[in-house]
C-alpha cells in the first residue's frame, strides 16, 4: 500500500468522527478487552458493569459469554435478560435494538452496516458504509453461526435456525431457516401446559 493510499484511507476512516468519538472508540476496545475473556459469574457481573456503561441502553442484568465483541456500542439498546454466547460480534454502526428474553448463540454476527459495492469509482475499502438498523423483538433466539444482514427485524419469539443467513425480516413466532433464511413454520403453543 502507497503512502498516499494509507493518507486516504485513514482520513476517510476519521472522516465525520470527532476526536471524542475517536477516544471513545479506543476506551470502548480497550475495556472490551480487559473484560471480556474473563470466565463464570464473575465474569458475567463484571460485563455487565461495563456495558452498562458502554452502551446506549442495559436494562437489567445481562450474560454475555467470554470473547464476545461488541464495536460502536453507543448505538445498542438491550433490554432485560440478555444471553450471548461465546464468539458473536455486534457491530451497532447503524444502530441495533434487542428486546427482553432474547437468547442469542455462539458465533453470531450482528452487523448493522455494510459496504456499498455498486460505485466502481472507487475501491469498497475507501468508501463509506451504508448504516441500516437491526431490531430483534423480545423472546427472540437467534441458533449458532447466524447471520444477521444490517436493515432485518426479528419479530417477538421468533426463531433463527443455526447457520442461517437472515437478509429478509421475519414475523411475530416465526421460524426461519436456510442461506439465504426462509420462513418454515410458525412455532406452535399446542401440548404446551400453561404455567
Same mark, same amino acid.
Given at each position: 500500500?502507497?503512502?498516499?493510499?494509507?493518507?486516504?484511507?485513514?482520513?476517510?476512516?476519521?472522516?465525520?468522527?470527532?476526536? %471524542?468519538? =475517536?477516544?471513545? %472508540?479506543?476506551?470502548?476496545?480497550?475495556?472490551?478487552? %480487559?473484560?471480556?475473556?474473563?470466565?463464570?459469574?464473575?465474569?458475567?457481573?463484571?460485563?455487565?458493569?461495563?456495558?452498562?456503561?458502554? #452502551?446506549?441502553?442495559?436494562?437489567?442484568?445481562?450474560? =454475555? !459469554?467470554?470473547?464476545?465483541?461488541?464495536? @460502536?456500542?453507543?448505538?445498542?439498546?438491550?433490554?432485560? /435478560?440478555?444471553?450471548? /454466547?461465546?464468539?458473536?460480534?455486534?457491530?451497532?454502526?447503524?444502530?441495533?435494538?434487542?428486546?427482553? /428474553?432474547?437468547?442469542?448463540?455462539?458465533?453470531?454476527?450482528?452487523?448493522?452496516?455494510?459496504?456499498?459495492?455498486? #460505485?466502481?469509482?472507487?475501491?469498497?475499502?475507501? !468508501?463509506?458504509?451504508?448504516?441500516?438498523?437491526?431490531?430483534?423483538?423480545?423472546?427472540?433466539?437467534?441458533?449458532?453461526?447466524?447471520?444477521?444482514?444490517?436493515?432485518?427485524?426479528?419479530? @417477538?419469539?421468533?426463531?433463527?435456525?443455526?447457520?442461517?443467513?437472515?437478509?429478509?425480516?421475519?414475523?411475530?413466532?416465526?421460524?426461519?431457516?436456510?442461506?439465504?433464511?426462509?420462513?418454515?413454520?410458525?412455532?406452535?403453543?399446542?401440548?404446551?401446559?400453561?404455567?
Amino acid at each position: 500500500m502507497t503512502s498516499n493510499s494509507l493518507r486516504f484511507l485513514l482520513s476517510n476512516r476519521l472522516k465525520g468522527k470527532s476526536f %471524542l468519538k =475517536i477516544v471513545w %472508540l479506543e476506551v470502548e476496545s480497550w475495556i472490551v478487552q %480487559l473484560f471480556g475473556w474473563i470466565p463464570g459469574n464473575i465474569g458475567f457481573v463484571l460485563r455487565t458493569f461495563c456495558y452498562k456503561f458502554l #452502551l446506549k441502553k442495559l436494562r437489567g442484568f445481562s450474560f =454475555i !459469554q467470554v470473547n464476545v465483541r461488541i464495536v @460502536e456500542a453507543r448505538n445498542i439498546e438491550i433490554g432485560t /435478560n440478555f444471553s450471548v /454466547n461465546s464468539g458473536t460480534y455486534l457491530n451497532g454502526i447503524g444502530g441495533i435494538s434487542i428486546g427482553d /428474553n432474547v437468547l442469542i448463540g455462539p458465533n453470531v454476527v450482528i452487523s448493522s452496516g455494510e459496504h456499498p459495492i455498486f #460505485l466502481v469509482e472507487f475501491p469498497i475499502l475507501f !468508501q463509506e458504509p451504508q448504516r441500516k438498523k437491526i431490531s430483534i423483538c423480545s423472546g427472540a433466539w437467534v441458533g449458532a453461526n447466524v447471520v444477521i444482514m444490517p436493515g432485518v427485524t426479528i419479530g @417477538e419469539g421468533a426463531v433463527i435456525a443455526a447457520n442461517a443467513v437472515v437478509t429478509k425480516s421475519v414475523g411475530m413466532n416465526e421460524i426461519w431457516g436456510g442461506v439465504p433464511a426462509r420462513f418454515i413454520q410458525l412455532r406452535s403453543t399446542m401440548g404446551l401446559a400453561k404455567p
